[in-house]
T-cell receptor
Framework: DQQVKQNSPSLSVQEGRISILNCDYT??????FLWYKKYPAEGPTFLIS?????DKNEDGRFTVFLNKSAKHLSLHIVPSQPGDSAVYFC??????????FGTGTSLTVIP | DAEITQSPRHKITETGRQVTLACHQT?????MFWYRQDLGHGLRLIHY???????NKGEVSDGYSVSRSNTEDLPLTLESAASSQTSVYFC???????????FGDGTRLSIL
């Protein structure tokens, strides 16, 4: 059973607008979350992380929000750029345990 | 620059054959991981290692094995390849056990 879910397989956004990618999880013991970005024929690259002691973490155009009560996190990209077009994976882990990955959301930023 | 490389990038083999995928990292990380990526499943952990001579089973380890004889390499072996093991395989390493992982560019394996 998938413990980390990304229910939107794809998302299209106009350049300059906000992209919001969502991720839900079922395990309440998860306390550390990562987002990765993946281009075709390449491996995922780390984007941003958040631990459960925070509800927000920012890095430049990227912000991750965590809602522990809803078991939901989201990645906001503002403003979106064509180079942001990629597949985005969220991943979650509990202390001492492996990371579980979502199925990914393919973002297309339209110039 | 430090990197993590996987070889081969593409491989086609037949069912029943033994296959070994190579992973080499120059980050000097103790922690190394093997994942497979399949449509509808995202990335799933196969095996991982926290140091030389240490190996552990992940979520989908059946039919796979790894060995860790040095810090730089974690080869993944399919003892008797099955068509269900057709997938894209990624190797990764990290400085800390739960830290961000550096991924290789993947090996696309087709088993006919």
């Amino acid at each position: 059973d998938q413990q980390v879910k990304q229910n939107s397989p794809s998302l299209s956004v106009q350049e300059g607008r906000i992209s919001i990618l969502n991720c839900d999880y079922t395990n309440s013991m998860f306390d550390y979350f990562l987002w990765y970005k993946k281009y075709p024929a390449e491996g995922p690259t780390f984007l941003i992380s958040i631990s459960s002691i925070k509800d927000k973490n920012e890095d430049g155009r990227f912000t991750v929000f965590l809602n522990k009560s809803a078991k939901h996190l989201s990645l906001h990209i503002v403003p979106s750029q064509p180079g942001d077009s990629a597949v985005y994976f969220c991943a979650a882990s509990e202390p001492g345990n492996q990371f579980y990955f979502g199925t990914g959301t393919s973002l297309t930023v339209i110039p | 620059d430090a990197e993590i490389t996987q070889s081969p990038r593409h491989k086609i083999t037949e069912t029943g054959r033994q296959v070994t995928l190579a992973c080499h990292q120059t980050w000097n990380h103790n922690n190394m991981f093997w994942y497979r990526q399949d449509l509808g499943h995202g990335l799933r952990l196969i095996h991982y290692s926290y140091g030389v001579q240490d190996t552990n089973k992940g979520e989908v380890s059946d039919g796979y094995s790894v060995s860790r004889s040095n810090t730089e390499d974690l080869p993944l072996t399919l003892e008797s390849a099955a068509s269900s093991q057709t997938s894209v395989y990624f190797c990764a390493s990290s400085e800390s056990i739960r830290g961000p992982q550096h991924f290789g560019d993947g090996t696309r394996l087709s088993i006919l």
